[in-house]
């Protein structure tokens, strides 16, 4: 099991930007797939994005609404995962978690931005867009 740690959430005004960040404690991202998922109130927890590295390729997946907006990426080590979030919307206002599941070492290509096959998931990390 992979302990999962987000950081990096706040209090932004719309159009603002942020990073978030996704620590992996004891394992590294390899051979896994790992995403990016929210929680607003009232609503239900969707994907935001997801990421898988093999072959010499990165698979990016968003969803439709933070397309062209938000930035998933993976840094060289493979421990931590990245969310970059720029013109940030009142609606982009949820908790924020990563979560990863382990594949088969000879997976090549895209993650889903379904929680469903997610089985670690970090805390979370708050996100607040409001002016």
């Known amino acids: 099991q992979v302990q999962l740690v987000e950081s990096g959430g706040g209090s932004v005004q719309p159009g603002g930007s942020l990073t978030l960040s996704c620590a992996a404690s004891?394992?590294?991202?390899?051979?896994?797939?790992v995403g990016w998922f929210r929680k607003a109130p009232g609503k239900e927890r969707e994907g935001v994005a997801s990421i898988h590295s093999a072959g010499g390729n990165t698979y990016r997946v968003y969803n439709d609404d933070v397309k062209g907006r938000f930035t998933i990426t993976q840094d060289n080590g493979q421990n931590t995962v990245f969310l970059q979030m720029t013109n940030l919307h009142p609606d982009d206002t949820a908790m924020y978690y990563c979560?990863?599941?382990?594949?088969?070492?000879?997976?090549?290509?895209?993650?889903?931005?379904?929680?469903?096959?997610?089985?670690?998931w970090g805390q979370g990390t708050q996100v607040t867009v409001s002016s």
């Open positions: 004891t394992l590294t991202y390899s051979a896994r797939c």
């Open positions: 979560a990863a599941y382990a594949t088969s070492r000879y997976f090549v290509g895209t993650c889903p931005i379904d929680p469903n096959p997610y089985s670690d």
